[in-house]
């Protein structure tokens, strides 16, 4: 079993940033992919990003191409998601999440560990 906690949500105007951390706990943290989706109010659960166990594969959606950077510091049992230029449209509860594999790119049904989500608001 793996605990995810997400932490550094909040409320901040178009064009900033914000930077996402998720801690893992339990289980080695090694040999997951992990990644981050969202959920808008009325909205299914996206997928944002994810990343391999080895840092070598990413993947993004196209609404956060080049504005979103995920990371992973193995030996802190973290993952990161650094946010640029938001927009009100990223407003969303952020989830981290785990796969039971470490590759990436295997789809949403490959994450069996869940955090309980961090509010993100962004402001026009």
């Known amino acids: 079993q793996v605990q995810l906690v997400e932490s550094g949500g909040g409320l901040v105007q178009a064009g900033g940033s914000l930077r996402l951390s998720c801690a893992a706990s339990g289980r080695t943290f090694s040999g997951y992919a992990m990644g981050w989706f969202r959920q808008a109010p009325g909205k299914e659960r996206e997928f944002v990003t994810e990343?391999?166990?080895?840092?070598?594969?990413?993947y993004y959606a196209d609404s956060v191409k080049g504005r979103f950077t995920i990371s992973r510091d193995n030996a802190e049992n973290t993952v990161y998601l650094q946010m640029n230029s938001l927009k009100p449209e990223d407003t969303a509860v952020y989830y981290c999440?785990?796969?039971?594999?470490?590759?990436?790119?295997?789809?949403?049904?490959?994450?069996?560990?869940w955090g309980q989500g961090t509010q993100v608001t962004v402001s026009s």
């Open positions: 990343l391999s166990w080895g840092g070598g594969s990413t």
């Open positions: 999440a785990a796969s039971r594999y470490a590759r990436a790119g295997l789809g949403p049904g490959a994450y069996i560990y």
